[in-house]
């Protein structure tokens, strides 16, 4: 479910603690332990009197943060106000200005746009940097890990949600300003299946909201745009990028 944007230093600290999780995570425990006996060595050699576990596990993330030079808030912040300044352009990730994606979806902070399939971090990115909140549903929770570690590293992961589940069981939380799907998000359901799912989703999204459907996967049709077509009766709808994707819009109600 969006949230509510989050400050910068908060992200930051999110960050941080990333950073240094992933550092544990990549290690095996005999450094650990000897980052734990260095630990102790600096608390005892310091003016503390007595110790306990919350002073240690701050001492072992203390020196592993100087290991892995984490940058101070003030630098990361330079960081991540440029780096939010190209991740906003569509040609950062490949994008022309006029591709659906770009032209079909408003980006702000209201926005929720949910994606389905997607197995990179791009389109995540470009839409978190505008200012929607996404919420990206994927059966891979290795998928899901990378698309939150990539936002946290720019400060963005107040503005990325993931959830591990497969779509047939996955119902949205908060109503939907846009649906962007690939084809891999359906290709594991019954046709049964994707009905059901498409409805789901149909209804869940408000007024004047969009779903952008790729349909090729491979250079080979992954979904029929006939069956599309049928699915989305009463929504404007268009094949747009070279036939490759079907794009739909829901009507404002009079």
């Known amino acids: 479910m969006a949230g509510q944007p989050r400050s910068l230093r908060y992200e930051y600290d999110c960050y941080v603690e990333a950073e240094i999780e992933n550092y544990k995570d990549s290690i095996p425990r005999s450094a650990i332990l000897r980052i734990g006996d260095e630990a102790v060595a600096n608390i005892r050699g310091s003016e503390q009197v007595a110790f306990g576990e919350l002073l240690l596990c701050t001492e072992v993330d203390r020196i592993i943060r100087k290991r892995l030079r984490v940058p101070s808030y003030a630098a990361w912040r ?13 040609e950062h990730w490949g994008m022309a200005a006029d591709a659906p994606l770009v032209q079909a979806i408003t980006v702000d902070t209201e926005a929720h746009v949910l994606l389905l399939g997607t197995q990179e971090e791009g389109t995540t990115l470009y839409l978190a940097a505008n200012g ?16 939150i570690l990539t936002a ?11 959830q591990v589940s497969t779509l047939g069981n996955w119902f949205p939380e908060s109503p939907l300003h846009a649906v962007v799907s690939s084809p891999s998000a359906f290709e594991r359901l019954s046709i049964e299946e994707r009905i059901r799912v ?3 989703l149909k209804s869940a999204t408000l007024d004047g909201g969009v779903h952008l459907v790729r349909t090729l996967a491979a250079g080979h049709a992954a979904m029929d745009m006939d069956e599309l077509r049928q699915r989305y009766t009463g929504w404007d709808v268009a094949i747009v990028e070279q036939g490759t994707s079907f794009l739909a819009r829901k009507g404002v109600a009079a």
């Open 132 to 147: 929607c909140q996404v919420t990206t549903v994927e059966e891979d929770q290795d998928i899901v890990d990378r698309v």
């Open 152 to 162: 946290s590293q720019v400060g963005l992961s107040g503005r990325v949600h993931g």
């Open 198 to 200: 498409i409805e789901i």
């Open 78 to 90: 330079r960081r991540r106000v440029k780096l939010i300044e190209q991740y906003r352009r569509p």
